[in-house]
């Protein structure tokens, strides 16, 4: 490993690192505008410049040169100074002076740099030249004056996001960046270029001019609308949440965000339940907290336990889940389920449904087969970690399922289930290639286990995991990619249907018979309404969506903005909300109304606080103790737990998200997410639609 001297600090770095990287590890700041370490090396701003020898006499960009040994750098010599005003002063030259409206004032590289390694004057007075703006979609809002070419928008669209939609076109002056023609912007991953943005030229469509970042109230949280669980920001004024950004978490969301977790918050406002509601002559009416949970219990006494069910939805927070679960058990009723969509999921083994290799894991696998899942709108985020891999290289992917552009080159293996038999057994060419594989992993998503033969494609995926090697003792290469924040705490929860009680569907088939007279619905909003029959529906959420529209009472609940809660994303990693802003109305916790309805019922429930409720879920599953907050409880796998395998239907998979923008009531109620279905799904506005078919990246 070469050492060499910066500043006097003498730095052991590795073999390839550049000047810039070595003086990150020792802590000396070097200005930078294009350098970004998970983008490749564009050495266009010029702003590292620093002083090195042995050498050539000008000065070297730190970003590029690497490092070698014996090598001397200064960052503060006159020479460096002097250059860095130099490349400032450049910059600035068509930079225009309107900081004050810029709605990156106050968070801009270019202004705190400006200041400190800038000069106070300018030599140039000539006119500065105009940009015209472009269109990139609803989320991110063009100035292209302001833009100093550092390209990192571009790298990231190519090389992270995989759509190469955005390039630089012309030479000096006439020089920008644009999309090539007038379009939008095809990626889930597109407002990550505002956050990349060291000047104004891009900023969020949607927060502009709304407010500024001193007026902010930030709070870290995570993300609920997929089951990747990413580490973010909420960003309030006041009592409303204005944005949503992420936060570095190397093992989950690495920097970056999907575009609906960071654009949907706007739902957040829309189509609230602020107040309980009770049904009266087929009407709904506002009623007080009193008159509802009597109804509810009232209601809850008068029928007999075995025909009283509740579901949880896909946001429903594992606090909610266990105290529900509690609830039942103490009316002793077992019909009780989490998987709304009706998933082959075995609650008893974790390794068969947990994302076992974890995300980060991702980057040590050597071969991937996609069963059943659409990763890029399932989970973009996800979906990004696996091209990561695939620039790498040596990284076959087959993909079973779906023809659709995932943005980086896959195999295709067709449409037809009965293909993973062929898999298992050996029969088909890419089950070679498993095999041939160190780490090979097997990716089954929602599409191919939340169907009639669910059950059979589980089977038969693991008997593929286990016959191609991807079970060792060093990996777990079985991988179930989840579609639901609320699924896996769920599970490990226990909401799921007790001795001899029912499941989702069965649930639904007895409330259309009229063997369910009572459905509780935990936010649960993904079923089909219609199939309720005469039940009576109570319905306990944030939106008014399906389940409120078919309740007879509702009971307002908190959104993951406004709590303090629990989740357990894709691969059992233990997460918790923290309250953001409080929520609107008389909105109450989740845990806290079902603990009222507890006493109601006169069986009350012997958690009266947040942290009984806790140690409640800790009792329950150890991956909800507090020492396990942030971190992978490893599942271990039972080789032929999924069983044998079984009948396969001839019904190709198709991936439960069928519109990205719009998959849970939050997104549904976003009018920022209904301007991206107008044009990314129905193609409005510019004649460019989204519907990713017949391509393979």
Request: aromatic fraction near 6%; charged fraction near 25%.
């Amino acid at each position: 490993m070469p050492k060499l001297t910066i500043d006097g600090i003498e730095v052991e770095a590795e073999a390839g690192m550049t000047i810039m990287q070595a003086a990150d590890l020792v802590g000396i700041e070097i200005p930078r505008f294009c350098y970004h370490e998970r983008l490749s090396i564009a050495g266009n701003c010029r702003m590292c410049l620093v002083e090195v020898k042995p050498g050539p006499p000008k000065p070297a960009a730190a970003c590029a040169l690497p490092v070698a040994e014996g090598m001397q750098v200064w960052t503060q010599s006159d020479l460096a100074k002097k250059a860095r005003k130099g490349v400032m002063e450049f910059l600035l030259i068509n930079h225009p002076l309107d900081c004050p409206i810029c709605d990156q004032g106050g968070e801009c590289d270019l202004q705190d740099q400006a200041m400190a390694f800038g000069s106070d004057h300018s030599r140039y007075v000539e006119h500065k030249r105009a940009v015209a703006e472009k269109h990139l979609g609803p989320l991110v809002k063009t100035a292209m004056t302001r833009c100093i070419h550092c390209t990192r928008c571009v790298r990231f669209i190519t090389e992270v996001a995989g759509v190469p939609e955005l390039g630089m076109i012309g030479r000096g002056e006439h020089a920008e960046i644009t999309s090539y023609v007038e379009k939008a912007l095809t990626s889930e991953l597109s407002g990550n270029i505002v956050d990349l943005c060291p000047v104004g030229a891009l900023t969020s469509a949607p927060y502009a001019f709304h407010a500024r970042p001193w007026e902010l109230h930030k709070v870290e949280s995570i993300d609920v609308l997929d089951a990747v669980g990413s580490s973010i920001r909420v960003d309030a004024r006041g009592n409303a949440v204005m944005r949503v950004l992420p936060r570095l978490n190397e093992d989950v969301n690495e920097e970056w965000l999907g575009d609906k977790s960071r654009h949907a918050v706007d739902g957040l406002r829309y189509q609230r339940l602020d107040r309980p509601y009770v049904r009266e002559d087929g009407t709904l009416r506002p009623a007080s907290w009193e008159e509802a949970l009597r109804a509810v219990a009232g209601r809850l006494l008068a029928t007999d336990a075995d025909k009283v069910a509740a579901l949880a939805g896909d946001m429903a927070d594992a606090e909610a889940m266990v105290l529900l679960k509690d609830l039942m058990a103490a009316m002793g009723s077992p019909n009780l389920d989490c998987r709304q969509d009706g998933a082959a999921l075995d609650p008893t083994d974790r390794a068969g449904y947990l994302f076992n290799p974890t995300i980060a894991g991702i980057e040590d696998a050597d071969a991937l087969l996609i069963v059943g899942s659409d990763p890029r709108w399932e989970a973009p985020i996800l979906n990004a970690r696996i091209r990561k891999r695939y620039l790498k290289g040596k990284f076959p992917i087959g993909v079973l399922g779906p023809r659709t552009d995932l943005t980086y080159k896959v195999q295709d293996l067709g449409n037809d289930p009965k293909t993973l038999e062929a898999l298992a057994g050996g029969k088909h060419d890419f089950a070679k290639v498993l095999k041939e594989a160190e780490r090979p992993l097997i990716l089954v998503g929602m599409g191919a286990l939340a169907r009639p033969d669910g059950a059979a494609v589980m089977g038969w995926a693991r008997r593929l995991a286990e016959s191609v090697g991807a079970i060792s003792d060093d990996w777990t290469g079985f991988a179930v990619l989840h579609t639901a924040a609320a699924r896996v705490g769920g599970l490990e929860a226990g909401f799921v249907p007790g001795e001899g009680g029912r499941d989702t569907a069965a649930i639904l088939d007895g409330a259309e018979k009229g063997d369910i007279q009572v459905v509780y619905l935990l936010g649960a909003d993904e079923i089909d309404t219609a199939r309720l029959g005469e039940a009576f529906v109570i319905y306990q959420g944030h939106h008014g969506d399906a389940g409120a529209n078919r309740a007879d009472v509702i009971l307002p609940g908190a959104a993951y903005t406004e709590k303090n809660a629990t989740y357990v994303n894709t691969e059992g990693r233990m997460q918790r909300t923290w309250l953001a802003v409080h929520p609107p109305g008389e909105v109450r916790e989740d845990w806290k109304i079902i603990r009222a309805l507890s006493a109601a019922i006169d069986k009350p429930l012997a958690q009266n606080t947040l942290d009984d409720v806790r140690a409640r879920l800790a009792e329950v599953s150890p991956t909800f103790a507090d020492a396990n907050e942030g971190a992978v409880v490893p599942a271990a796998y039972k080789a032929g737990a999924g069983g044998t395998g079984g009948r396969l239907e001839a019904a190709p998979f198709a991936s439960p998200v069928t519109n990205y923008y719009m998959t849970d009531p939050i997104s549904r109620a976003s009018r920022t997410m209904a301007a991206c279905t107008d044009v990314y799904i129905n193609g409005a506005g510019d004649g460019d639609s989204k519907k990713r078919t017949g391509t393979d990246g």
